[in-house]
């Protein structure tokens, strides 16, 4: 899915940027999960497109937890 690659690539390459500027011992206390959702495709309005959003943002934290 093109989308999800696209997510997780953006999300790696802020860790990679942020770390090499703020160096390794923050990988332990940081970490980031993107919710992504595209308009129209996946919501008709802002409110279900945020709430999409942010509903697969916890998901990407839930099965990071997971280690999915």
Request: aromatic share 10%; hydrophobic share 35%; net charge negative.
């Amino acid at each position: 899915d093109m989308d999800k690659i696209s997510a997780e690539s953006v999300s790696k390459e802020i860790e990679r940027t942020f770390f090499n500027e703020m160096g390794e011992e923050f990988k332990n206390i940081i970490d980031l999960s993107i919710g992504q959702a595209t308009f129209p495709d996946d919501a008709q309005t802002f409110d279900e497109l945020l709430s999409l959003a942010d509903n697969n943002m916890y998901t990407v934290k839930y099965r990071k937890r997971l280690k999915l």
